[in-house]
């Protein structure tokens, strides 16, 4: 039976992979039926979805991926739209109602606009929301498909405003371009636009405010300041540190007003103003994802553009849903091998020195970078 025909069910009956396919798929039988969705073995429920629908860019942030690059493989390795359409639908089935497009920069993959249609037609299957992380250089020429296709929110990403320092971190052009592109995207119709900054100690610490200003005082942008995350390859805690969520405010307050509206999801969010000054319309979110995780609230999954299943970004854990699903697995086969992966996530992720020594420890290629596992 096609993914699309399958009744949207909130509770479904857990599927169970008959002992010759199991076997077939290198699986240990599964457990016991649950009684709900898309629960993991500490009760969390995961509706949010976040497909990589590519491992290319056309920038190469150092935080994001080695300076040498990332291999370029064999174009059958990802996903085809159909099969991500698959996917994606199997997900809405069991329970995900948002679902966010990244990569690698998702606007490089050829007809994105396309895949972004066949996504939004979930909506009428369960889907609730549709939302693209992008680094927005390619932007502006997709604003109208985006939002016809129906793109709800945009998560756009900029480090700085200053060129020269835009190419030491991203070793490439395009930092007015990418100004322009967010500002227009604030006026296009969306319900929520984001600017995502990694705060870097040394980097772009002295620019917090700046980057707040520009995008939040006369613009409905949310500004949000990430902690800096140590993926393989990358160049965490060599000279480009951590800023800790606590520094992040610390830096904001010496000249801003900061009125805390509570966790959206994983930011800490704050209404904003200049001292003693009108609140801006745009507002600020802190992401504390080192300092202060918020792992026990956890609803995200992860699919990566090769087609792998992933319940955590910050631990290897991964299976491949491709290979199965190349080789005949039925919808049933997939949501239990999906159901499997779940069972494997763990409490909480493991403190950075930890996740350090085990990318090193990880068999040669096993680890990713955050490019290949998708922000
Ligand atoms: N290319 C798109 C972009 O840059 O928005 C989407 C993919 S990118 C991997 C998604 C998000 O992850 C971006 O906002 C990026 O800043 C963030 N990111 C990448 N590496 C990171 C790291 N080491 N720590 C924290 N955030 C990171
Ligand atoms: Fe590309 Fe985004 Fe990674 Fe930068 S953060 S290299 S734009 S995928």
Not at 8 to 34: F, M, N, S
Not at 137 to 149: N, Q
Not at 203 to 225: G, K, S, T
Not at 339 to 351: I, N, V
Request: glycine fraction near 10%; charged fraction near 25%.
């Amino acid at each position: 039976m096609d993914a699309l025909s399958l009744p949207i069910i909130a509770a479904p009956k857990a599927a169970r992979l008959d002992t010759a396919a199991a076997a077939a798929l290198g699986l240990a039988q599964r457990g016991p039926a649950r009684a709900q969705g898309m629960l993991d073995s500490f009760g969390r429920a995961h509706s949010y979805l976040r497909i990589s629908v590519t491992e290319r860019c056309n920038l190469r942030c150092t935080y994001c991926m080695p300076a040498e690059g990332v291999p370029l493989r064999a174009r059958d390795h990802l996903l085809t739209f159909e099969e991500i359409e698959r996917l994606a639908a199997l997900f809405v089935r069991l329970g995900v109602r948002k679902i966010r497009l990244t990569g690698g920069e998702p606007l490089v993959r050829r007809d994105i606009d396309a895949l972004v249609a066949r996504i939004g037609a979930l909506k009428a299957h369960g889907l609730k929301r549709l939302a693209m992380t992008s680094n927005a250089l390619l932007l502006e020429e997709h604003l109208e498909a985006l939002r016809t296709a129906g793109v709800d929110a945009l998560n756009l990403s900029l480090d700085t405003l200053r060129p020269e320092r835009f190419r030491a971190i991203t070793l490439r052009d395009g930092c007015e371009e990418t100004v322009r592109a967010i500002r227009s995207a604030a006026t296009a119709g969306f319900a929520r636009v984001k600017v995502n900054a990694v705060a870097m100690k040394g980097v772009n610490d002295d620019e917090l405010i700046d980057l707040a200003r520009a995008f939040a005082r006369e613009l409905p942008i949310e500004v949000r300041y990430i902690e800096y995350m140590p993926f393989e390859g990358n160049t965490w805690g060599e000279g480009q540190g951590m800023l800790a969520a606590a520094e992040i405010r610390a830096l904001l307050e010496r000249e801003l007003d900061l009125g805390p509206l509570g966790l959206d999801e994983t930011a800490q969010l704050y209404q904003v103003a200049d001292r003693g000054g009108k609140r801006w319309p745009g507002r600020i979110g802190i992401i504390a994802a080192m300092t202060e995780p918020f792992c026990g609230t956890c609803n995200r999954t992860r699919l990566t553009a090769d087609g792998h299943f992933r319940w955590c970004l910050l631990d290897e854990g991964e299976l491949d849903l491709r290979g199965p699903m190349r080789a005949g697995a039925s919808d049933d086969d997939l949501v239990a091998l999906i159901e499997q992966g779940l069972q494997m996530k763990r409490a909480g992720h493991a403190p950075a020195a930890e996740l350090i020594a085990l990318q090193k420890a990880a068999a040669p290629g096993h680890a990713r970078s955050m490019i290949r596992i998708g922000g």
